[in-house]
């Protein structure tokens, strides 16, 4: 089963707007990581955030961490039309050496 | 720097076939998972490959199996192919203990 849920299962913007993805999970975590995937090919990392981290940032990227409620936001800056792609959130357990287990996704469209 | 290579690309077997699936990790990673992702759905851990050895495994059926070679290269054999392993098989490679993870471009396999 599936640890993650990502919310929206799809968001459609304009090119400019902000883009804000939730993920919520349900046992305790060492990590979260985001990762993008374009048109069902491979995933490309985009951050990881600690359980014991609240907040990081990378370029356009922000993701936030809420340990007590067991849920993660990506907000993406400025979106672009090459951000279009589904997003997904992955969990890392404890003791689980390390294998992800994702959601389902969000899918983001970004109009020109 | 060469990242996760996986071949082929594309792939069209029919049921009860067998099929080898190949995985050559990002150069200075010694760890190789495989992950399954049916069309709409988040990517689900098959199982993950150190020293040669299965460290661990998801919740699937022993039709499916695996080899890490020497040189961390890695094979997943699916056995008796059924409609329902059409899916992208992605393979992501790591340094055991980072939680850095690189994924290939995947390998669409078609079962009809």
């Known amino acids: 089963s599936q640890q993650g849920e990502e919310d929206p299962q799809a968001l459609s913007i304009q090119e400019g707007e902000n883009a804000t993805m939730n993920c919520s999970y349900k046992?305790?975590?060492?990590?979260l990581q985001w990762y993008r995937q374009n048109s069902g090919r491979g995933l490309v990392h985009l951050i990881l955030?600690?359980?014991?981290?609240r907040e990081k940032h990378s370029g356009r990227l922000r993701v936030t961490l809420d340990t007590s409620k067991k849920s993660s936001s990506l907000l993406i800056t400025a979106s672009r039309a090459a951000d279009t792609a589904s997003y997904f959130c992955?969990?890392?357990?404890?003791?689980?050496?390390?294998?992800?287990?994702f959601g389902q996704g969000t899918e983001l469209s970004v109009k020109p | 720097d060469a990242g996760v290579t996986q071949s082929p690309t594309h792939l069209i077997k029919t049921r009860g076939q067998q099929v080898t699936l190949r995985c050559s990790p990002k150069?200075?990673?010694?760890?190789v998972s495989w992950y399954q992702q049916a069309l709409g759905q988040g990517p689900q851990f098959i199982f993950q490959?150190?020293?040669?050895?299965?460290?661990q495994r998801g919740n699937f059926p022993d039709r499916f199996s695996g080899h890490q070679f020497p040189n961390y290269s890695s094979e997943l054999n699916v056995n008796a192919l059924l409609l329902g392993d059409s899916a992208l098989y992605l393979c992501?490679?790591?340094?055991?203990?980072?939680?850095?993870?690189?994924f290939g471009s995947g390998t669409r396999l078609t079962v009809v």
């Open positions: 992501a490679s790591t340094l055991l203990g980072d939680y850095g993870y690189t």
């Open positions: 046992t305790s975590i060492n990590n």
């Open positions: 955030i600690r359980s014991n981290e």
């Open positions: 992955a969990t890392v357990l404890y003791n689980q050496g390390g294998k992800l287990i």
């Open positions: 150069s200075g990673h010694d760890t």
């Open positions: 490959y150190y020293e040669e050895e299965e460290r």
